[in-house]
């Protein structure tokens, strides 16, 4: 089981960014996928979670900025961030669910990471 | 929202020693959704404790997980060298799903 994301990001003030978690060595719709980013030299964030036919979701800091969307046929989960500012400048992780589940919540641990994409917001 | 505070923020122990790291939440949890990850410098975060007292895959059984309602404890029972990481709690039986601010764990 693997997940790997697309490489890092520069981007101005205002605008958005798409990143990629391409997964493999397990059937893609039958895990979620979450997001998680993580502020230089801070914690960790917990940003959305997806998994195709079961559903999505977001906590209320992150509804209106965050997309999320997956390709099946290539067993990839993406993430958009719009309306970027510098506290957005962080590494973002994917990760998968632990165990396979058809429902929102409960979640569950996350048992596989990505390798995490660094973004940089700056003018 | 479940808020998580752990405790201390920074731990400072000699190889062999015994670290107790706290994580303590805002209101009463199951213990089936609290999980421990370990993260090392530059890399991802690693699952530890799933469940609360239940080890991930390939964890040390030095390594062990116990409390319930409020209080959680992660306990490395012999300190080693590669176990110098920062360790947080999370909470995954509700939305959204939230982290302790994270304990350090280093070797004198």
Same mark, same amino acid.
């Given at each position: 089981?693997?997940?790997?994301?697309? %490489?890092?990001?520069?981007?101005?003030?205002?605008?958005?960014?798409?990143?990629?978690?391409?997964?493999?060595?397990?059937?893609?719709?039958?895990?979620?996928?979450?997001?998680?980013?993580?502020?230089?030299?801070?914690?960790?964030?917990?940003?959305?979670?997806?998994?195709?036919?079961? %559903?999505?979701?977001?906590?209320?800091?992150?509804?209106?900025?965050?997309?999320?969307?997956?390709? #099946?046929?290539?067993?990839?989960?993406?993430?958009?961030?719009?309306?970027?500012?510098?506290?957005? #400048?962080?590494?973002?992780?994917?990760?998968?669910?632990?165990?396979?589940?058809?429902?929102?919540?409960?979640?569950?641990?996350?048992?596989?990471?990505?390798?995490? #994409?660094?973004?940089?917001?700056?003018? | 929202? @479940?808020?998580?505070? /752990?405790?201390?923020?920074?731990?400072?122990?000699?190889? =062999?020693?015994?670290?107790?790291?706290?994580?303590?939440?805002?209101?009463?949890?199951?213990?089936?959704?609290?999980?421990?990850? /370990?993260? &090392?410098? =530059?890399?991802?975060?690693?699952?530890?404790?799933?469940?609360?007292?239940? &080890?991930?895959?390939? @964890?040390? $059984?030095?390594?062990? =997980?116990?409390?319930?309602?409020? $209080?959680?404890?992660?306990?490395?029972?012999?300190?080693?060298?590669? $176990? @110098?990481?920062? !360790? !947080?709690? /999370?909470?995954?039986?509700?939305?959204?799903?939230?982290?302790? =601010?994270?304990?350090? @764990?280093?070797?004198?």
């Amino acid at each position: 089981v693997q997940l790997v994301q697309s %490489g890092a990001e520069v981007k101005k003030p205002g605008a958005s960014v798409k990143l990629s978690c391409t997964t493999s060595g397990y059937t893609f719709t039958n895990y979620f996928i979450h997001w998680v980013r993580q502020v230089p030299g801070q914690g960790l964030e917990w940003m959305a979670m997806v998994s195709p036919g079961v %559903g999505s979701a977001y906590p209320q800091n992150f509804r209106d900025r965050v997309t999320l969307t997956y390709n #099946t046929s290539t067993s990839t989960v993406f993430l958009e961030l719009s309306s970027l500012t510098s506290d957005d #400048t962080a590494i973002y992780f994917c990760a998968r669910d632990q165990v396979s589940r058809r429902y929102v919540i409960p979640a569950a641990a996350f048992d596989i990471w990505g390798q995490g #994409t660094a973004v940089t917001v700056s003018a | 929202e @479940v808020v998580l505070t /752990q405790s201390p923020g920074t731990l400072s122990l000699s190889p =062999g020693e015994r670290a107790t790291l706290s994580c303590r939440a805002s209101q009463t949890i199951s213990s089936r959704f609290l999980a421990w990850y /370990q993260q &090392r410098p =530059g890399q991802a975060p690693r699952l530890v404790i799933f469940g609360a007292s239940n &080890r991930a895959t390939g @964890v040390p $059984d030095r390594f062990s =997980g116990s409390g319930s309602g409020t $209080d959680f404890t992660l306990t490395i029972a012999r300190l080693d060298p590669e $176990d @110098v990481a920062v !360790y !947080y709690c /999370q909470e995954y039986g509700s939305s959204p799903l939230t982290f302790g =601010g994270g304990t350090k @764990v280093e070797i004198k």
